[in-house]
Nanobody, 111 residues
Framework: QVQLVESGGGLVQAGGSLRLSCVASGSTFSIYDIRWHRQATGKQREFVATITSAGGPIYADSVKGRFTISGDATKNTVYLQMNSLKPEDTAVYYC?????WGQGTQVTVSS
């Protein structure tokens, strides 16, 4: 089973930036298995982004052009660079791989 640990969340003003990190460990996996999701209070968890081994990264429409996902296989880490943040980006951000989920990191964007 894959273990995942997120970090990098925090409080930021609208228009600001944050970079989230997801470090993976455990059984056999690829950083291409790792994806980011988020869940705002009172809403369902939604897909945000994933990197793929072919065809480039995939983003939710709501974050295209503002978020960038990248990975460092030597560090078993996937990053989510979030720019031009909006209050509606406020959520707990989770990384996931195969059937495993991290504990989440809170991102709060103030208006």
């Amino acid at each position: 089973q894959v273990q995942l640990v997120e970090s990098g969340g925090g409080l930021v003003q609208a228009g600001g930036s944050l970079r989230l990190s997801c470090v993976a460990s455990g059984s056999t996996f690829s950083i291409y298995d790792i994806r980011w999701h988020r869940q705002a209070t009172g809403k369902q968890r939604e897909f945000v982004a994933t990197i793929t081994s072919a065809g480039g990264p995939i983003y939710a429409d709501s974050v295209k052009g503002r978020f960038t996902i990248s990975g460092d296989a030597t560090k078993n880490t996937v990053y989510l660079q979030m720019n031009s943040l909006k209050p509606e980006d406020t959520a707990v951000y989770y990384c996931a791989a195969q059937h495993s989920w991290g504990q989440g990191t809170q991102v709060t964007v103030s208006s």
